[in-house]
């Protein structure tokens, strides 16, 4: 298959855009992600924080609204167990505290509604952990029948895990500390794979009396996943099948027109993190509101224009209609959700570096903390487990060439897969029409080659 993708730019267009684009963005990110995300944790800047407490009143006022609530056919918050229930599908939640004390909280779908009684033999357990700014929701705003990855692995016989990563809508509680601490959101996905992923395999296990657990991870959580087996090589015992989603591990092919630049100065974004301390990128209270307002504002009849529909097309590629716009309400209904900006920070050094890497805390506190000016490189050795890659031809986020990168250096791949359609994208995994025939078919196909042997082909 032939691969197109933004390398065959000029050079002059480059340079234009890369000026342009780097101040924009940084603009962007100064005055409207910090003081947003500074809101959630009061106090750390004292002097300013005046206006982001004014910024929290008005967003929580608004939410609080009856008036806007009535006007956005507010009740009960969407969550993941109603839109669960609302399908006729069991759901449990379960709740598990990590080592540094985060507790997270889990949805299982245990089965599904045409398999009522108790099986025969046991439903192997698969973990599915979704992306960056995102929850266990958005793999179970379409219908069953529909590309919705929860319901689909249920109506396959597996016992159905959808987990939350830190901080985002669901896992927002913690043994000593709340969401107003900086020490809460002073986490990357190092800490998602060291800490989160290791407890939720621990859980699954010891609940379900499983030797194994299966994983299925989508862009930011397959590097989570290999982060927590490359630090800590036991849990290779404990994992089936790994299959990887648009896998967010190497970014040399990275391309996001309006913010690759930036992460030319990305180590420098550690001093923003020592100045302001941990925040996330977005308050809680903002997103409950954009799930509000988001899906009147993206519906089809409001949006006239496609705005919603264009934002996405713009930041994360043409996907040539495999999104529609019908799907937006449900989307932004769930979606975007919060994260700390330290994630976001990390995975923007390693768009710099080309490397997948331990946190980057600068020369001086690198060398207390690794013994070495530069962060050690992730030992991707360790990962011993069989992993299967899928990606999205045109994905200029999770490139296919830096997926291939990622394969070169796992000891047991065992499939590397192209979806076969050219326009298929990063958001496509988990939104696009057909995504269910395209790619979920082939993950259960995988996972029942790893739990009963079929083949898969
Ligand atoms: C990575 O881990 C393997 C064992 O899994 C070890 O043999 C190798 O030396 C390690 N590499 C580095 C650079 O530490």
Known sequence: ??????????LGLFFIKFLAYSQISLVIFILLVVPLGQSEVQGSVPSISFIYEWSRRVSDFVSRSPIVRRFLGGGEPVTTPRLIQFQGYPCETHQV???DGFILVMHRIPYGPHQKYPPLHSRP??????????????????RPNEDALGFYLADAGYDVWLVNQRGNDYSTRHVSLTTSDSAFWDHSAHEMGVYDVTAMINYITAYTGQP???FIGYSLSCSSFLIALAKRPEYNE???????MAPGVFFNGFYFGLLRPTAVGASLYEVFNKFLGGIPLIPHVATNLLHRI???FCHPKVDLLGVCLIFIKVAFGDDQGLITQDKMPLITMVAPNTFSVKVAIHGWQMVGSGRFHEYDYG????????????????????????????????????NPRDAKTLARKLPNLVDFHYVENPNFKHLDFCYAKGVGKLVYSRVVRMLDAYSYGKSYG
């Open 294 to 296: 988001l899906p009147v």
């Open 1 to 10: 298959m032939k691969i197109k993708l933004g390398s065959g730019r000029n």
């Open 125 to 142: 357990p698969v973990i599915l952990f979704h992306g960056n700014s995102q929850s266990s929701a958005d793999w179970v705003i379409n």
């Open 238 to 244: 404990k994992v089936g099948l790994a299959i990887l």
């Open 212 to 214: 194994r657990v299966h």
């Open 363 to 398: 020369i001086t506190k690198n060398k207390v903390i690794y013994g070495t000016a530069h962060p050690p490189d992730y030992n991707l050795t360790n990962v011993r487990v069989p992993v299967s890659i899928m990606v999205g031809a045109t994905d200029f986020l999770a």
């Open 97 to 99: 505290t990590t080592e």
